[in-house]
């Protein structure tokens, strides 16, 4: 082997304590928008169940869908920065968790201005 091929003897692997409290701590914003998800699934059933209307399967799958999206891509976040430095772990999952962000704000948007297309 070449120096150029050659692993790094000098650099080890993140300690997995550190890890598991990057991955645990950032985890608890993307648990906040499952959270958030699944409370605005209840509060939209009840408030259109309470007006005799129930949702499509588009208003199941917007919901549902925002609840699983947050915990896909902070699986993706972890799977692609576990092996790398610390720093780079934290980059890639408040990247993911920017994400999520954007995708939440444009399906409120999109729930908001159009409500009547999942309701059925």
């Known amino acids: 082997?070449?120096?150029a091929t050659a692993p790094r003897a000098g650099k080890g692997?993140?300690?997995?304590?550190?890890?598991a409290v990057i991955c645990g701590a950032v985890g608890l914003f993307y648990?906040?928008?499952?959270?958030?998800?699944?409370?605005?699934l209840v509060t939209t059933i009840q408030v259109f169940g309470d007006a005799g209307?129930?949702?499509?399967?588009?208003?199941?799958?917007?919901w549902i869908f925002a609840a699983v999206f947050p915990l896909l891509v902070w699986g993706?976040?972890?799977a692609i920065g576990y092996r790398r430095a610390p720093h780079e772990l934290l980059l890639v999952t408040i990247?993911?968790?920017?994400?999520v962000a954007?995708?939440?704000l444009n399906v409120v948007a999109y729930t908001t201005l159009n409500s009547a297309s999942f309701l059925g």
């Open 1 to 3: 082997m070449t120096d």
């Open 13 to 19: 692997r993140t300690p997995t304590w550190l890890v």
């Open 31 to 40: 648990a906040y928008a499952v959270w958030n998800a699944v409370g605005n």
């Open 53 to 62: 209307l129930t949702l499509n399967a588009l208003g199941w799958f917007i």
């Open 76 to 78: 993706a976040a972890f």
């Open 95 to 99: 990247t993911g968790l920017a994400l």
């Open 102 to 104: 954007v995708f939440w």
